[in-house]
């Protein structure tokens, strides 16, 4: 039954072609030999009866829902900063690392001491970059630490962003350094627990991450 509609189709671009586009004579063999060429490659290759599948798209990791939700109880979800991670986080769900780097700069030209749109630029800048630790990316996380040396997202994000980059040693320090400052009851603190476990058994059975870190 599909081939009847195919037929019809083509049939239907034929005379659209012929006779309402009106045209040329001398150009209608040369329409009539590409439309037989593309029924012929479907025949060989083309399935009707194979069921549709939708291409899922996958986001950059640790970045997108996982990366917002993480970063939720760091942010101020309420002031200046809070239209501007939206947006930046609505193109970071789509894939649009570039646009959602570029809503950031936006909203650091009105918010230039803003730690939450640093932290969130240099986010936005490693999973533009696949994942990896950039200059600009590091140069954004030191923009925000030194606006404000106690908020903990600057170094948390710095060193989810060395560990992706491979940077072991370096995400470990800076971790360390951020779970010995960081209350119990923290919320961010048993994220950084498990990812601090995860990186040191990543690290394998060698020095202590201290030794390591010294030598």
Request: without cysteine; charged residues 20%.
């Amino acid at each position: 039954m599909i081939w009847a509609w195919i037929l019809v189709a083509a049939g239907l671009t034929v005379g659209g072609l012929f006779w309402l586009g009106r045209l040329p004579a001398a150009s209608r063999p040369l329409a009539a030999a590409a439309i037989m060429l593309g029924l012929a490659g479907y025949a060989l290759q083309g399935d009707p009866a194979l069921p549709g599948k939708p291409v899922v798209r996958s986001e950059p990791e640790s970045f997108g829902e996982a990366l917002t939700d993480t970063r939720q109880g760091m942010a101020d979800r309420f002031g200046p900063a809070a239209k501007w991670l939206a947006m930046s986080d609505g193109f970071a769900r789509t894939g649009k690392t570039e646009l959602a780097a570029q809503t950031l700069e936006k909203g650091l030209e009105s918010n230039p001491d803003n730690v939450d749109l640093w932290v969130a630029l240099g986010n936005a800048l490693v999973a533009h970059g696949g994942g990896v630790m950039s200059p600009a990316a590091a140069l954004a996380f030191d923009e925000a630490a030194k606006r404000d040396p106690a908020h903990p997202a600057p170094p948390f994000f710095a060193g989810l962003a060395m560990a992706q980059s491979g940077d072991l040693q370096g995400a470990d320090r800076v971790w360390s350094d951020l779970l010995a400052r960081s209350p119990a009851d923290a919320p961010w603190r048993p994220d950084l627990e498990m990812r601090l476990a995860q990186l040191r058994r990543a690290m394998g059975p060698g020095l202590p991450p201290e030794d390591a870190a010294g030598s």
